[in-house]
Every structure is written in C-alpha cells, then in structure tokens.
C-alpha cells in the first residue's frame, strides 16, 4: 500500500494521484490549461507536486450529486497520464495547472486516500491494425478534410493548422484532431476509448465530413439569409429615394390618404361651426407639413380627437317608467326618496320629449350603493354609462386639458368621457368629488363649476380643444362621503340627495336578495353550492361582526363563510345544501367582534351618551367628565377638535350662570376643576352637536345626579340655553337603534328632518324634540 507522496512506476504500470474532469478531456500529445477547485482534485495537485509532477486526469461521466467528491464508478476507466508543466495558485484558493498529456492508460483501480483519489493503472497505446499504405491514405484524406473543417468553423482558430504540417506520426494527429474538434464530451471519449488506430481515424474522418457539410448548409442560409436582407434594404433605399421625390413634386401616398381620410370625415360630421373652422384650418396647416415634423404627428392627434368624439343630436328613446322603476328595485332596496327623484326626471323627459342635463349629487357613507345607483339609473334610461373618479385629483388640466404647447398635452378627463361613451347624452358618474385637493397647478373644483351648471355646459371649453363643446344633453351625477369639503360655489350647482346607511332590516333584505346571489357568482359557485341563512343568523353578523353604515364589510363576511363552506364541501364534510344558523357563526367567522359594550347600561353621574355623524355612518359618543379639587380649570382630553372645545367652553359658561337652578355651588370655579374625556382618544372628534351632552355631563357631576343610562342626545347649544339643529339625523338615529338604546332627544328645529327618515329607522325610537337646555336636563336627569 503506498503512503502519501510515495508512488510507484513501472514504465507500463503505476500508482498516482487522480484529477477527476468535468466537461473536458485530456489526450495525450496536447498541452491542456485546467482551473482546479475542488479540494479533492488540490489535493492530488499538491501531492504529484511534491514527487515526480505526475498525475493521472479521467473524466467524470455526468455531473452527479457527488461533484465535490465523486466515486469511481462516476469516472471514466480510459484516461491519461500527464506531466504538470505550470502552477498558478489563485487568490480564491484554486489553482491553474498547465499540464501536457503522455500516456493513454487503463485504470485498474482507484484507490482513495483521506485528501484525494489514486489510481493504479496500466499504459495501453492505440494499436494500428491496417498496413502502413493504408494508414497513409486513410491520413492524407483526414488531414485535407480536418483543414477544411477549421476553415470553415469560425471558433477555431487558424492557428490550429500549423501544428497539423508538423505532425507525421497518425496517432499524434488524431490525438491532435480530437482535442480540438466541437464536440459533446461523451463522443470524445468513445472515439478515445477505441484501442484500434485505423478505426479511430475512420470514426473521427466520418465526424469531420458530416461537420464540414453542416457547416457548408450553415453557410448557404446565412449567404440566403444576407442577401435577402440586402435586397430590403436596398428596397427601402430606393422608396425612401421615391418619396423624397414625390415630396419634391407634391404628396406622399400615406400623406394623401391620411388627408383625404380627414376631408371626407369632417365633411360628414355634425360639427359645430366653431369645430368645423378649427378643423379645416388645421387640415390646411396637415396638408403643408412634412411627414417627419414633430408637427405633424400632434395635428394628426389633435384631428383624430376632433373627428371621434360625438356630434349628431341624441335620439330620445322611448322608455317605461314601470320598467325603469322595476330596473331600480331589482338593483337596490329602499333608496325611495332617491328612486323617487329619479322617476319624476324620466317623466318629465317622457312627457316633454327634451333632454335636460341634471346635476344630481349622491352623499353618503361608504357601501350603501352610491356608485353602483348610477349604472341603474343609465341602465333605466338606455343610456352609455361612463365612471371617473375624482379622488386625488389636484390639477386643473385634468378637468380641462392641457394646451397643444405642451409635448403629450390631451384632452381632459371630461371630453375622453365623451368620447369613451361615443354618443352626446351619457350619464357621467363622477365618482368621490369631496376628495379632490387643489395645490399650485390649479383648483380642479373650480374647473368643475362650467361643467356642472346646466346654464354654463352648453359651452364647455376644453383648453386642448379650444372651442366649445355642449355637455348640456350628459346628466351628470357626483358621489361624496361628505359636504364639507366640497366648496360652496360648486355645491350650489347640485342637487343633493343624502342616501343614509342602511337599517338591519334593510341590511338582512339586501343579504338576502342581492350579497348571497352576488357572491355566489362572483365565486362562480351558483348552482354547484345552494347556500341560505336564517334570518336571525343575518341580524347577528350586522350587530356582532359588522359595524359600518353601508353593507361592504356584510359581503366581506358573506364571502369568508362561502370560502369556508366551500372547503368543507370539497373535503366531504358537508352536503350540497346549507343552511347557515347562529350557531354555526363562530365557526366561520370567529369570536364577534363588536359587542356594543362601551354604550354605558348603568345610571351615572357625569356619563352621558352622545351621537356623532362621520363619513363611515352614526356612531354613539361617549361623554365622561370627573371633578377635582383646583381653581376652576376646563380640561378637555380625547383629540377634539376646535369647535367641539367651544361647545364645551359655551356649556362650561352655561353651568356658571345657572348653576343656583340646579343646586349647584355658585363658587364651584373657584374650587374644583372639570375634566372632559371622550374615549377612543386616537379618534379626532368635531363638530357642535356634542352641545347638550357636554351640558348635561357637567351639570350631572356639579349637582351630583346621576344621568338616565337608556337615552342618547343630539345637539348644538347657545349661551343664552336654545339648542340648534344638527345634521347627519338619519345616521345617528340608525346608530341609537344598533346600540339599543329606546329614547334620543334632538333639536326640535330637526322635526322637519324626522319626517323624512323612513319609518323603519324610527320604529321602536322614542325621539324626543327639545328647544332649551332646561328641556333636556329635566328629561336626562334623575330628581
């Protein structure tokens, strides 16, 4: 057994370390570069290094999971012995051997040492079995076709013919011939393994002619392939040659059709007379200009703009006002009021046979349908609808367009509405008009102030158009979350319809007859799961998993139990048919989520329950306040914003004046200090309808009577003790009604508002009409 540096050699038998190749092969009579990396194969370098610089190189069969380490029967048997000539250790740690090829050998048997692989081998040289004529022959016909396969492969290098004069002996040549023809490694080492001389040339010589047909094929589709393009692009010279001289002489055919394609469209369009003097004045500036100018691709855009928005007169279609109203239930539930205002348009449109653009503005919270009711009122009408929403929007070229000046500049989201719609009567939906902002390009709502006047929009001018455009048959529609922040100009222009949220009944029936269906399809699941709920499995996902104004988290919660019901299906748990009761409820969904419990169920002093209104719907406000021991302080906590601090500071006021009516000490600001809290802190809150409540949590804790825990208030207050009117009512009674409380006390100057509020809403409410702060304090506390 032989140690580590210590190898034997018997001129035709031997042991040496081995570098396993990849990819590549070593024949004997070539000098070959190798980059060593693996540590096994670093290891065998540094070993032959050390003793007489022999090392054996095989080649790896295929890349296997054993790269780093392969196993013997990974490796070739026919391999070379070699001489390393050069070393170059790397920064890397590899080495870059230079090594020349000796010997053919056959390995015995590797033979692995814990750094690296030996093997015992045995020199076989090729035999030639053929006479020395033959060889010869064989050789001179080998050696005239190898060059001209050289020749023809680009990748091999001239250079790689010298040697090919040089060489007399056959098998240098076809060692030499082998090491550098292209070919895949495992047909290399078959013709290597070969031990019959004459056979092996033989083999190769087939290889190389079939190569140099290839090649020659090769040669024939680029030379086809050349010429081809050779002659296109000597085409397109001579027609850009031919159209330089038609420029020279007149038009280009594509200029002359494109021009004539413009004359007869603006000769069939109903323009307008402002329009058709634009149009034909920049089709005389088209017809002068060369196709290569910047110019006239933006004349070209600018004609095709005005040629396809639409400009023949609407036909009024005859519609039924009994359809239209089944359109707008099949749709929505409830909305009357909103329906109502709609049919008393259509009729008037039906019996006056005239179109009038109406300007309607639906306000409400988020998910009680705003949107979706202006594709049924399109619908009810046979009319194109088209959608753009204004959120975000801040600059006033969006509304009107840009100048021509400007590179890109377009038409304004409001003439490619109507060019979108391709008639001169859709119904626009502009879609969240409170959200727009304004910064220093411009106010986007003050652009919407022509267009949405129906004295003004017969002349809408868009700034990239430059003449005026009639909107005046469009019936334009708005949605908003709020009124606040739409400006008071713009507002004036519409009217406004308030779509308040939606009532658990209106809430269970909307489930029912449109969610369930939706989802199901949405899902594409109709008629593959039949899936129904009790009623009062509906009324527990309302009040317990929902809390919103509208029905958008109800559908998101409908869905999440039609996922679920569909896995338990597909699992075989449950049947085809199912039935969604109470019980089943934390199963789907989860422990509820909103339990009401911060509604105070108990008599207190100094807690009252207030109402808010936001863009989300009515929420119930509570209101605490505790007295200490100071000189007369007024905290306010819990983000209110500026007016809710006056209203507070108005009751504050209040309490002092009248504090002798209601046993209250006439020095109290002398020495105690109020602290006004309203929980959820991270919430801002305003607005001045916390008045009464704020009066009434003062005067409770001051005179130390407890307040009525099942009653909800409403309302600004004045010094001098009236209450004004507060907005939202709809909103916040639906908000009293889903936190059970029976009786709410709003201002009396409301009353007209009241009358307004579906019946449903106010069923089970004992409301309260109050005009003066004694009024409420009375009611509200207990004697």
Not at 57 to 74: G, I, R
Not at 493 to 521: D, S, W
Not at 556 to 578: H, P, S, Y
């Amino acid at each position: 057994m032989a140690r580590k540096g210590m190898f034997v050699n018997d001129n035709n038998y031997g042991l040496y370390p081995v570098i396993p190749l990849r990819n590549t092969i070593v024949v004997p009579y070539t000098i070959t570069p190798l980059l060593v990396g693996r540590d096994q194969s670093i290891g065998a370098a540094e070993a032959s290094l050390v003793s007489d610089k022999k090392i054996i190189c095989v080649t790896q069969k295929h890349q296997t999971e054993y790269d780093e380490s392969p196993k013997a029967k990974n490796l070739y048997r026919i391999g070379t012995l070699c001489t390393i000539l050069q070393v170059l250790k790397l920064p890397d740690g590899t080495m870059r051997l230079l090594v020349e090829g000796n010997n053919r050998i056959l390995v015995e048997r590797f033979y692995k040492t814990k750094d690296y692989l030996n093997a015992y081998f045995l020199k076989i040289d090729k035999i030639l079995s053929q006479s020395k004529v033959e060889v010869e022959a064989l050789l001179r016909s080998f050696k005239k076709a190898f060059r001209q396969y050289v020749n023809l492969n680009k990748s091999i290098p001239e250079e790689a013919l010298i040697p090919l004069s040089e060489t007399t002996r056959p098998e240098e040549f076809f060692y030499y011939a082998l090491a550098n023809m292209q070919l895949e490694i495992e047909k290399k080492q078959q013709l290597f393994e070969i031990d019959d001389l004459f056979e092996s040339i033989s083999q190769i010589y087939r290889i190389v002619v079939e190569e140099i047909q290839i090649l020659k094929l090769e040669y024939k589709i680029d030379g086809t392939v050349k010429t081809r393009l050779n002659k296109l692009q000597k085409e397109y010279y001579l027609t850009e040659q031919l159209k330089a001289i038609h420029k020279e002489l007149g038009l280009t055919k594509e200029e002359r059709t494109d021009l004539l394609d413009f004359q007869e469209k603006i000769k069939k369009a109903n323009l307008s007379e402002e329009a058709r003097k634009k149009a034909e004045d920049e089709l005389k500036r088209f017809s002068r200009m060369n196709t290569y100018s910047p110019e006239y691709s933006v004349t070209h855009t600018y004609l095709t703009w005005i040629l396809d928005l639409p400009w023949d007169e609407p036909k009024l279609k005859e519609f039924d006002l009994g359809t239209a109203q089944k359109i707008l239930d099949e749709d929505h539930y409830g909305l009357t009021k909103v329906k109502e205002r709609i049919l008393e348009y259509l009729a008037v449109v039906q019996l006056a046979k005239k179109v009038k653009g109406q300007i309607l503005c639906f306000v409400g919270p988020p998910g009680v349908g705003k949107t979706s009711l202006g594709k049924s009122i399109a619908r009810a009408m046979d009319r194109k609808f088209v959608r753009l929403s204004l959120g975000g929007v801040r600059d006033e070229a969006e509304i009107r367009g840009h100048r021509r000046t400007y590179v890109g500049s377009l038409p304004g989201v409001i003439i490619q509405s109507m060019k979108k719609a391709g008639t001169c009567n859709p119904l626009i939906m502009m879609d969240e008009i409170d959200k727009m902002s304004m910064d220093f390009r411009g106010d986007p709502a003050s652009a919407l102030l022509e267009v949405l006047d129906p004295e003004q929009n017969n002349s809408f001018r868009d700034h990239y158009l430059d003449f005026e455009y009639d909107l005046s048959q469009v019936i334009f529609i708005t949605t908003a979350n709020t009124l606040t922040s739409i400006p008071q100009p713009l507002l004036d222009r519409m009217e406004v319809i308030e779509l308040p949220g939606y009532t658990a009944f209106e809430k269970i029936n909307i489930a029912t007859g449109h969610l369930v269906p939706k989802v199901l399809k949405e899902h594409d699941l109709k008629g593959k799961i039949e899936l129904s709920y009790q009623k009062t499995a509906l009324e527990k996902i309302i009040k317990l998993y929902t809390r919103e104004a509208g029905v958008r988290e109800l559908e998101r919660q409908i869905a999440k139990i039609l996922r679920k019901v569909a896995k338990k299906f597909i699992e075989g748990k449950i049947r085809k048919k199912v039935n969604i009761k109470n019980s089943d409820l934390e199963e789907f969904l989860g422990i509820p989520k909103h339990l009401y419990s911060e509604v105070n169920r108990k008599d207190a002093v100094g807690i009252v329950t207030g109402l808010a209104w936001t863009m989300f719907g009515g929420e119930t406000l509570q209101v605490e306040i505790v007295k200490v021991k100071g000189a007369g302080k007024l905290k306010l906590t819990g983000q209110l914003g500026s007016v809710m601090q006056e209203s507070a500071e108005a009751a504050y006021s209040y309490a002092r004046l009248h504090a002798k009516k209601y046993g209250i000490g006439e020095d109290f600001y002398k020495k105690f200090d109020l602290h006004l809290h309203i929980p959820e802190g991270a919430i801002p809150k305003d607005g001045p309808s916390a008045g009464i409540t704020i009066i009434t949590a003062i005067v409770s804790v001051l005179s130390k009577k407890k307040v009525k825990h099942n009653l909800a208030m409403t309302g600004e207050i004045t010094l001098s003790g009236n209450i004004l009117p507060i907005g939202g009512l709809a909103e916040k009674l639906i908000a009293v009604k889903r936190a059970k409380i029976k009786n709410v006390i709003i201002p009396k100057k409301n009353e007209p508002n009241l009358k307004e509020i579906q019946e449903e809403i106010k069923k089970g409410l004992n409301v309260i009409l109050v005009d003066k702060v004694e009024e409420v304090l009375d009611i509200s506390l207990r004697k």
